[in-house]
């Protein structure tokens, strides 16, 4: 009771900035109907609630049982079996990321079922199944993570070249989208697990990140190799303010309740299967170890269901309000700067966020500090929502002008950056893109693009998230830096 209290103090302090912020400006700039700030605000105390229990339940569920996985894999001498296995567990978690089905789910609704949903979740997950399976097989065979990821993203940029605008903003975005709630902590506690059996402390520090940065970029694959076969240069997105705003208190709620309930078992099913299966053939706890771990699984499938109909029922609909207000006004410098301080504020909120930040002081022993990583990611990502806004206001400016510079700074500070900042940094860029950037800011970004007459929905607004996956790559590895420089002074 006592961690459960201190989770929902820590997540009261997060999400508190985010609806503050969304209340002035019902009051200033953006009034709002009174039954959708309502909603908002009964969506804020369901998000409040739910992650709190999320939170407890990964910690004495998801987290424990990615740990076993970790040790499992090492302990096998089948590098087949430690493919077939990391491909499984990348494919069953992904397709049913509930992050994940709220952008694919967006993408069919924009583009009118051009683009179903059922493709993107395929075609992403088989991408993130590939690449966990080979991440793995790295921390195996200790091969440096500078070069997989530097030979990945050399793939990504030769098929960028072939692909369409708004197909690359998607790849990009559901990069972010597959590092939600549930795949994130499993992820972390699989690559802890596997690098904690490694006899050399510095190897096992540094392969103990990354592993979720590496999924991630399979998403990316995944969408851009499905562009070869799915064209889309002529569709052409669509975003209904009027329906946003409609709708009762109680029924959207009612509503979202049913079909999440059951989106969030289906997301939690196959890994309770296979943490069964491995208990009959791997792992053999004992009854009391196997029943908490399974009373954290029903913890975690509460606290998402909880979750996400707060930020669906509550926190969507007033994003594309907020957005599409704010874009109205003639001075486009009120949007971005707004989109900064959302930013800025909205990392906070992740709940995969507290988890990673947690790991690195818990992995380094102190030496990274959780706040310092806190405040680059919160400069980081609020630089990523305010150019995502410049962006969507000024039509020049295209996806590729941020993304190309960005990850060329981020892949060359690859070479003098301390190897665990590496890992970081990738998973930081997983990580804060989750389930508030997938649904809140992703909305701000489609009511802003939707206001503006001469903003293409499909191009400018998707690629907000990639933005968010790309900034704290540089911040991090940046911090990284710093310490370096301060450790060889010393």
């Known amino acids: 009771m006592n961690v459960l209290i201190h989770k929902l103090k820590e997540v009261v302090s997060a999400v508190a900035p985010v609806a503050i912020l969304v209340i002035i400006l019902n009051f200033t700039l953006v009034p709002v109907e009174t039954t959708l700030l309502l909603r908002f605000i009964l969506g804020a105390s369901a998000i409040i609630i739910g992650m709190s229990i999320l939170l407890f339940g990964i910690e004495i569920g998801i987290l424990p049982f990615g740990n076993l996985m970790g040790s499992s894999f090492l302990k096998s001498n089948s590098l087949r079996y430690i493919v077939i296995i990391g491909f499984l567990m990348g494919f069953f978690v992904n397709i049913a990321e509930p992050d994940l089905q709220v952008l694919a789910r967006q993408v069919s609704s924009v583009t009118g079922g051009f683009i179903p949903m059922f493709v993107i979740l395929v075609a992403v997950s088989i991408g993130t199944g590939v690449m966990l399976a080979l991440g793995v097989t790295r921390i195996v065979k200790s091969v440096p993570l500078s070069?997989?990821?530097?030979?990945?993203?050399?793939?990504?940029?030769?098929?960028?070249?072939?692909?369409?605008?708004?197909?690359?903003?998607?790849?990009?975005?559901?990069?972010?989208?597959?590092?939600?709630?549930?795949?994130?902590?499993?992820?972390?506690?699989?690559?802890?697990?596997?690098?904690?059996?490694?006899?050399?402390?510095?190897?096992?520090?540094?392969?103990?990140?990354?592993?979720?940065?590496?999924?991630?970029?399979?998403?990316?694959?995944?969408?851009?190799?499905?562009?070869?076969?799915?064209?889309?240069?002529?569709?052409?997105?669509?975003?209904?303010?009027?329906?946003?705003?409609?709708?009762?208190?109680?029924?959207?709620?009612?509503?979202?309740?049913?079909?999440?309930?059951?989106?969030?078992?289906?997301?939690?099913?196959?890994?309770?299967?296979?943490?069964?299966?491995?208990?009959?053939?791997?792992?053999?706890?004992?009854?009391?170890?196997?029943?908490?771990?399974?009373?954290?699984?029903?913890?975690?499938?509460?606290?998402?269901?909880?979750?996400?109909?707060?930020?669906?029922?509550?926190?969507?609909?007033?994003?594309?309000?907020?957005?599409?207000?704010?874009?109205?006004?003639?001075?486009?410098?009120?949007?971005?700067?707004?989109?900064?301080?959302?930013g800025m504020l909205v990392i906070l909120t992740e709940p995969a966020v507290y988890i990673l930040t947690h790991q690195i002081e818990d992995v380094t022993s102190g030496y990274i500090k959780r706040k310092t990583v806190l405040v680059s990611l919160s400069i980081g990502v609020a630089f990523a929502v305010g150019l995502s806004m410049l962006r969507i206001a000024v039509p020049w400016i295209q996806l590729w002008h941020y993304l190309l510079p960005g990850y060329i700074i981020a892949i060359t500070l690859m070479f003098f950056v301390p190897p665990i900042f590496i890992g970081i940094a990738f998973d930081s860029g997983g990580v804060a893109s989750g389930p508030m950037t997938a649904t809140f800011v992703l909305a701000f970004a489609q009511g802003a693009s939707q206001a503006i007459e001469y903003s293409n929905l499909m191009t400018d607004s998707f690629g907000v998230i990639a933005m968010v996956a790309t900034t704290p790559l540089i911040a991090l590895q940046v911090l990284g830096l710093i310490y370096k420089l301060k450790s060889q002074k010393k």
């Open 147 to 342: 070069i997989l990821f530097a030979a990945t993203y050399g793939v990504i940029f030769i098929l960028a070249v072939f692909s369409s605008s708004d197909m690359l903003a998607i790849g990009f975005d559901a990069s972010g989208a597959t590092t939600g709630a549930l795949t994130v902590p499993l992820v972390l506690a699989l690559s802890a697990g596997a690098a904690a059996l490694k006899k050399d402390r510095k190897s096992s520090e540094e392969d103990s990140f990354g592993l979720v940065g590496v999924m991630s970029t399979g998403a990316i694959l995944g969408v851009l190799i499905l562009n070869i076969f799915v064209k889309t240069d002529n569709v052409t997105g669509v975003l209904e303010i009027s329906e946003v705003a409609s709708g009762s208190l109680l029924r959207s709620f009612i509503n979202k309740i049913e079909h999440l309930s059951a989106e969030s078992f289906v997301a939690l099913l196959p890994v309770v299967l296979i943490f069964i299966v491995f208990q009959k053939i791997n792992f053999h706890l004992h009854i009391k170890q196997f029943s908490r771990i399974l009373l954290g699984f029903l913890y975690t499938y509460i606290g998402l269901v909880l979750f996400l109909v707060g930020v669906n029922a509550g926190f969507m609909d007033v994003g594309n309000l907020i957005g599409y207000g704010l874009a109205t006004y003639d001075n486009k410098m009120i949007l971005i700067g707004l989109g900064f301080l959302l």
